[in-house]
């Protein structure tokens, strides 16, 4: 029989980092638990031990430091987390693990906002936003930009490659289905049936490098993917072609793409970078062919409420014994890192 006195929940992030992520909605979705946190705590090992070993139940997010040994011993009743970011692993240790704690990640909600961003900087590329900026301000406002589509037999639209089937890269597939595109797809793990049905077709990245007007990074950061984008991939590029980074910046081998770049062969639109943020005297700041936004793809303003509302749903369906749709198990932890 399930306790008549509600759980306790604790909120651990930085309001400062996501002042937006608890609008009065998500506080009334709070109620079947007993808050003992009523404003969002980025240091936990402040609170006192009366109340730590009452939670059982924690909604994290950005801020929130690692749930190590130490902060556990004192948290003796905490079964569950959910964490509104996407990235588990820095808040996840052995002691962690071993304790039986179950944790989910709000990775599919966030997947949104960085395919819509992704998009959108499909459609600048294609459009050679870039390379006009450059013509606008050496030659200012022309008549007509001298815009030329890449000679492509037998396709009116342009190939866009996607490196990962990740949830933000299956996102921005469904999305670019609307738009008149070939779409590539350089994923080892993914289903070539269930592709061949979306008319996506499955290569290894050598051919999507070869045949993509833009490439778009989704895979997950590990020891398989890091640096992945390489000096030999970038040479492999189409003259012109745009690269698009939205995953992490260590997929790409930085140096390799600065040089790419100042060849003035490629294009380069990037949200991630390493290192993050960017030291001032970058290349990729000042280079013509390069664009840098710092690290705004994911979920910001309104939309972090899309992450609390599947960070609520996920801590009432533990609560209720029901099944979780987004957890994250040790073995998978670290393709959400």
Not at 207 to 224: G, I, K, M, Q, Y
Not at 237 to 250: F, H, I, P, S, Y
Request: glycine letters at 8%; charged letters at 20%; a negative charge.
């Amino acid at each position: 029989m399930r306790s008549a006195t509600p759980p306790g929940l604790a909120l651990f992030y930085d309001r400062g980092r996501a002042p937006d992520l608890m609008g009065d909605a998500q506080r009334d979705g709070l109620a079947p638990f007993r808050l003992l946190t009523h404003e969002p705590v980025a240091a936990p090992t402040n609170l006192p031990d009366s109340v730590l070993a009452e939670i059982e139940l924690v909604i994290s997010g950005w801020g929130c430091p690692c749930l190590d040994e130490p902060l556990l011993e004192r948290m003796p009743k905490l079964r569950f987390v959910a964490h509104t970011g996407s990235a588990v692993k820095p808040i996840v240790s052995p002691s962690f693990w071993s304790r039986g704690i179950r944790i989910s990640s709000a990775a599919a909600a966030n997947a949104r906002p960085v395919a819509e961003y992704a998009l959108a900087a499909i459609l600048w590329a294609n459009k050679q936003v870039l390379a006009a900026r450059e013509f606008y301000r050496d030659k200012g406002r022309p008549q007509r930009y001298p815009w030329t589509a890449p000679d492509t037999p037998g396709n009116c639209g342009p190939t866009i490659g996607i490196v990962g089937a990740s949830r933000t890269g299956r996102h921005l597939m469904n999305l670019l289905s609307h738009f008149d595109m070939t779409v590539l797809l350089a994923d080892p793990y993914a289903d070539a049936a269930a592709l061949s049905d979306a008319n996506i077709r499955l290569v290894d990245r050598e051919e999507l490098a070869a045949l993509s007007d833009v490439v778009s990074l989704h895979a997950p950061l590990t020891d398989e993917t890091r640096g992945m984008i390489d000096a030999a991939f970038l040479a492999r590029m189409k003259q012109g072609a745009t690269l698009v980074n939205t995953g992490r910046g260590g997929l790409v081998d930085q140096d390799a793409l600065v040089t790419g770049l100042r060849g003035g062969g490629i294009f380069a639109i990037l949200d991630v970078t390493e290192p993050e943020p960017l030291p001032p005297d970058s290349p990729l700041l000042s280079l013509p062919n390069a664009f840098v936004s710092p690290h705004v793809a994911g979920a910001a303003g309104y939309e972090t409420r899309r992450l609390a509302n599947l960070a609520i749903s996920e801590t009432l369906r533990f609560h209720l014994g029901e099944p979780l749709l987004h957890e994250v198990l040790q073995r998978h932890a670290e393709r959400f890192g």
